[in-house]
């Protein structure tokens, strides 16, 4: 069930802790800490009693001071500042479970992304990290150059080349793409089934593109497709990301910070989909 209103929105936070219960060991008061998008899911495989969210079914982190377990916390690396820290429990996490934790990918080989969005950008700086090739597709030229700077070795604009999937197919020689980060959903989930390669993965992340449309699935298990719906990852799993993001000093990209007073239009800047990477509000001023 969804979150009655009102309610308190909002899953990724950076702050201080402040005071600590008698029973928590490891944490302090001044320590830095990030949440957690599900604060129940430490480890292991995703259960029903793991599905627990931030600013959906629990309170969110949308607020000067929040209360929550232990176990809901995490610590960031030490050199990313507050503002860099806070944009890494649900985007980060999505984009390091959807390109590197399980799916087996070396060094060479080809990643498709969509957009330049937090996941998106997130995505294409593990990718480069991990020695990867990534196209990534855009509405815009300029938002594709932003992208190549940050390691892309190709940029299809889907504007001027809607059929994709036809462009991703030949700068990878008619084979298609290892993996594809898909955030589009139903809407484009048929071009992505066309670019990736015989028994390549599709990580859905999102359905930006829409939730529901007919499919023909007969591409999907001629070609051995693997799907894999991705919902963020666990507190083991962020642990793992934030030791990769510290030895390959990874910096989250943030387009824009609007103070916390000026939230609506910090949700108005996202709706328009004109940033690349993050928007954030700051809590501070």
């Known amino acids: 069930a969804g979150p009655s209103i009102p309610y308190t929105p909002l899953s990724d936070a950076c702050g201080i802790v402040e005071e600590v219960g008698e029973d928590v060991k490891g944490l302090r008061p001044g320590d830095r800490v990030c949440s957690t998008f599900f604060p129940t899911w430490q480890s292991g495989r ?63 080989e080809t990643i498709l992304l969509q957009g330049t969005g937090g996941v998106s950008i997130f995505a294409l700086q593990f990718a480069v990290a991990a020695g990867l090739r990534a196209i990534v597709t855009s509405s815009s030229d300029e938002k594709l150059e932003r992208a190549k700077a940050l390691g892309a070795t190709d940029g299809i604009n889907y504007r001027s080349k809607p059929d994709w999937a036809a462009e991703a197919l030949q700068l990878t020689s008619g084979k298609g793409v290892d993996l594809v980060v898909e955030v589009g959903g139903a ?83 996202l709706k328009q989909g004109g940033h690349i990477g993050k928007i954030v509000l700051d809590f501070t001023t």
């Open 46 to 108: 995703l259960a029903p009693e793991k599905l627990s969210m931030l600013g959906a079914s629990e309170l969110g982190v949308g607020q000067q001071h929040f209360l929550l377990p232990q176990s809901a916390l995490a610590r960031p690396p030490d050199f990313l500042t507050d503002i860099q820290a806070a944009t890494l429990p649900c985007a980060a996490l999505t984009a390091w479970r959807a390109v590197l934790d399980g799916t087996g990918l070396l060094p060479g």
């Open 187 to 269: 809407g484009t989930l048929a071009q992505s089934i066309r670019a990736v390669r015989l028994e390549g993965t599709i990580s859905l992340v999102g359905m930006l593109a829409g939730g529901t449309q007919p499919l023909d699935v007969r591409t999907i298990y001629m070609k051995n497709v693997i799907v894999r719906g991705i919902t963020v990852g666990s507190l083991e799993m962020f642990q793992r990301m934030c030791k990769a993001i510290s030895a390959h000093n990874i910096e989250p990209v943030v387009c824009k910070v609007f103070p916390w007073r000026e939230a609506r239009s910090a949700f108005e800047a």
